[in-house]
């Protein structure tokens, strides 16, 4: 297996190809993909079947409009005949759950060479917000530290630390570049303005993920971290599959790696890379707008722009006691709770929640698993109704949140 250091080094390098090159590229690993999900994954082999497609004439990236598009439910529900048949050592996999802003916990299943794909998307991302391999990254997050092949200089901290000990972290840290959720970001941000703290670390960058970054809070972050603000477009599924550039001019999508298209709305993804648990043509659940014209960008990268995704429709959830929740904190504890099918946390009074759920067909009652999961992020004093539907559904002409705020700020 190649080094970190070596296949980001690949991985940069392809930013720069000519787009003839990356279009040669994307067909041919489209072509092994699509050989090893219909030889190995008997859910691929029955949708091409059963649409009547020959593997061997999907050749290039204009010839995938005719494999159906697979939802979220529809990998769910096969189980196990979405994963590859290929040996695939368990020691050599990596299991993650995922929920993300669609509400559906989903089970992805990554092979050890995509693991070390995803680290260098992850690291070409952050090298476009200047960030180099050795320097000190403070990030703020929900996920657990994993290990990792190569020393990084890296500290992780809870997105549900107080601002003041984040602040202190960083202070004492001092990161080249601060990586978080938007929300923790925001408050640290806020601690530092409302305190008039001169004395504050000021990172080189602030790179933001998982949340959608508003005009606001972008400019909060540059003027009270004193940093350039960059955001990083990234799933589960995918990896960082998108990043802002030094132009700040949108984000570029990871087109080597991942390719999106936009049908009635919706973005479909087909990751070239992933083999143990192959996507091809899935539907993410998220809305995305028209794809802008491929146009040079002047940072020098060739890569497409991502144009803006608006399926993340989350809301922050604020507490009777003051604290303001990462909707991502929610659905992170959500995705312990096992058996669910779909759900939705709607905040409709403050320090009062509802969870509306789907349980898994033939699966018990999700209730305490529900409440005591929300207890240990909520603390006790909380109100938490906990609703058992058959369906969930966003109200006709509206976006589906799983994480919805009704009450009136
Ligand atoms: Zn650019």
Redesign the pocket.
């Known amino acids: 297996m190649l080094s970190v250091a070596h296949q980001l080094r690949r991985m940069r390098q392809a930013t720069r190809a000519n787009p003839g090159v990356i279009a040669t590229m994307q067909a041919h690993r489209l072509q092994n993909l699509v050989r090893c999900a219909y030889d190995h994954v008997r859910y691929y082999r029955q949708l091409f079947d059963e649409a009547g497609i020959d593997p061997s004439t999907i050749r290039k990236v204009s010839d995938l409009s005719r494999i159906p598009i697979s939802r979220k439910s529809d990998l769910q529900a096969a189980g196990a005949e979405v994963i590859s048949s290929q040996a695939f050592s368990p020691q050599h996999c990596v299991i993650e759950k995922t929920s993300g802003s669609s509400g559906a916990p989903f089970e992805i299943r990554f092979d050890r060479h995509f693991v070390a794909v995803r680290n260098a998307m992850f690291l070409r991302a952050m090298g ?1 917000a200047g960030y180099r391999l050795g320097q000190r990254m403070m990030l703020i997050s929900g996920t657990q530290p994993r290990q990792r092949r190569w020393p990084t200089p890296w500290l992780y901290v809870p997105f549900d630390d107080s601002p003041a000990a984040m602040l202190e972290k960083l202070n004492r840290f001092r990161p080249q570049v601060l990586y978080g959720w938007v929300t923790p970001l925001r408050q640290l941000a806020e601690h530092v303005r409302e305190h008039n703290l001169p004395g504050a670390h000021q990172p080189r960058a602030v790179v933001t993920t998982a949340e959608p970054l508003d005009g606001p809070t972008h400019a909060l972050l540059g003027e009270a971290l004193g940093a350039e603000v960059f955001e990083i477009f990234g799933l589960t599924e995918m990896g960082a599959m998108a990043w802002e ?3 700040h ?2 984000l ?1 999508l990871a087109q080597d790696v991942v390719i999106a298209e936009r049908v009635e709305g919706r973005l479909v993804l087909t990751n070239l890379l992933l083999r143990a648990m192959p996507l091809l043509r899935y539907d993410c659940g998220d809305l995305v707008e028209q794809f802008p014209p491929m146009e040079m ?5 060739t890569f497409a ?1 991502l144009p803006r995704v608006e399926g993340r429709q989350v809301d922050c959830v604020r507490l009777a006691d003051g604290r303001v929740l990462s909707p991502y904190s929610l659905t992170l504890a959500m995705e312990k709770v096992t058996a669910l099918q779909r759900y939705q946390v709607i905040q409709s009074a403050l320090g009062r929640l509802e969870v509306h759920y789907v349980p898994q067909p033939g699966s018990s009652d999700a209730e305490p698993e529900i409440r005591a999961a929300l207890a240990a992020l909520l603390g006790e004093q909380a109100s938490i109704e906990v609703i058992k539907r058959s369906t969930l559904d966003p109200p006709p002409g509206r976006k589906f949140r799983v994480v919805e705020c009704r009450c009136r700020s």
């Open positions: 476009a550039c030094s132009r001019d949108g570029h960008c002047a940072c020098g990268c722009k």
